[in-house]
């Protein structure tokens, strides 16, 4: 049985889809109901046709992203990454379900991004932190007076081979 699996404030709640038509909100009248604001009182629709279900966006404020994509409408398939606003979703099918929703290997159709935007809420992920570069005046004062040193040494010595002359 397919089922959209919806992570909320570190709570994950599943959702069997037997409907055919699921409305996904924040209003109560939905069949599933997201408590957050940034989810629209009607967000998106479910819709079964046929055996696979059709994610339809529904003008939403915030909009509708599959596997990072934003879609108007869409056929999901098992696995699929489904963002409504800012609460992350998965659409999901147990062992039997995911043999009849997996595509074909023909018609897995690789596509480049259009577009490529920094997500609203991307934080770095690498454990090291990042480098700043800051001014260090008296290490620049200490190689300063060091060459200016060197070129004074050198200046005395040409000036005493000068003043000797060839011998």
């Not at 596997?67 to 039997?96: H, M, P, Q, S, W």
């Amino acid at each position: 049985m397919p089922k959209l699996s919806i992570a909320l404030q570190g709570f994950k709640a599943s959702h069997e889809l037997t409907d055919e038509k699921i409305t996904i909100g924040r209003a109560p009248d939905n069949l599933i109901q997201i408590d957050d604001p940034s989810i629209s009182g009607r967000h998106a629709r479910l819709l079964l046709v046929g055996e696979r279900h059709q994610l339809k966006d529904l003008a939403s404020t915030n909009g509708t992203r599959v596997n990072g994509e934003t879609i108007t409408e869409v056929f999901l398939r098992v696995g699929d990454r489904v963002r409504f606003g800012k609460v992350e979703a998965r659409y999901e099918a147990d062992a039997t379900g995911e043999a009849r929703a997996m595509p074909e290997a023909g018609e897995i159709e690789a596509r480049p991004a259009e577009t490529s935007e920094k997500p609203v809420d991307f934080a770095n992920a690498s454990p090291f932190p990042n480098r700043k570069k800051e001014k260090d005046t008296a290490g620049r004062a200490v190689l300063a007076a060091g060459a200016i040193a060197i070129v004074v040494f050198i200046l005395s010595m040409l000036n005493l081979l000068w003043l000797r002359g060839p011998m």
